[in-house]
């Protein structure tokens, strides 16, 4: 008898809303089981457990819980993760530290868990949900600028050390998303949207699909097979674009 085929299997952490629950989405249209991790309750998913993903007691519980109800791992989805606007000089050293514990030790910990059966068996990728905030100096976000630069660096110590073995470690680099975040971040006065859409090219915020959309093709071992410690900016052309702003505005209306 012929062997069934292998149902994929994707994790995604930090799903229950926002830009999780829009990846979670995607990849569920695209095939996969989707296990969730969140400290929430993640609806309409394969397998949803409620945990912190800094903490190691609940990512090997959760592991052990995926392996048992959905089995081998294909792809994971490190997209859980907290901000902290303040300067730098007025940022609690206690909120530094849990800024770094979820948004790098998180990742750290999962991709240590899961691409360890990954490389058992030769095959599997990693999406890293970094930041424009990765990849720039955004002011008055000191602990989060830091944690994304970190979390590109291990994207790409992880893509050196184990490409060869046959597991894809990437990022997606967002610009600003409207989500429950951002919704947060304007409520305090830090920024309006003309702040956000003026000097983005494309004139418009992110959306949640846009980044959905990018993490499945990286997650695709047939149409990006060979990409491995990328860092894809998702950003309407934000990090690219040098102009000054009266520039930038003009292109737009030539």
Request: proline letters at 4%; a negative charge; aromatic letters at 6%.
């Amino acid at each position: 008898m012929a062997d069934m085929p292998h149902e994929r299997v994707a994790v995604v952490t930090g799903a229950a809303q926002g830009i999780g629950r829009r990846i979670a989405e995607v990849l569920a249209a695209d095939g996969y089981r989707v296990a969730a991790l969140d400290r929430q309750p993640t609806p309409d998913v394969s397998f949803a457990h409620v945990g912190d993903v800094s903490s190691e007691a609940d990512v090997a519980a959760f592991a052990a819980a995926v392996a048992d109800r959905l089995g081998a791992v294909d792809l994971l989805v490190n997209n859980a993760g907290i901000a902290c606007i303040a300067p730098a000089e007025s940022t609690p050293v206690a909120t530094w530290r849990q800024v770094l514990e979820v948004n790098l030790t998180g990742p750290f910990l999962l991709c240590q868990t899961f691409g360890a059966g990954m490389l058992d068996r030769g095959a599997g990728a990693i999406v890293n949900i970094a930041s424009l905030a990765g990849l720039r100096g955004v002011a008055d976000r000191s602990a989060y600028n830091a944690s994304k630069h970190g979390l590109l660096g291990l994207t790409r110590t992880l893509a050196a050390e184990w490409g060869g073995r046959g597991v894809r470690v990437n990022a997606v680099c967002p610009g600003w998303v409207k989500t429950p975040m951002d919704v947060d971040s304007q409520s305090s006065g830090a920024y309006v949207d003309a702040d956000i859409t003026d000097h983005v090219p494309q004139g418009r915020f992110a959306s949640p699909d846009d980044v959905a959309q990018a993490v499945a093709f990286l997650g695709d071992p047939v149409r990006a097979g060979f990409i491995n410690g990328t860092a894809l900016s998702v950003d309407g052309g934000w990090h690219a674009d040098g102009s000054w702003q009266s520039l930038r505005l003009a292109a737009r209306d030539r």
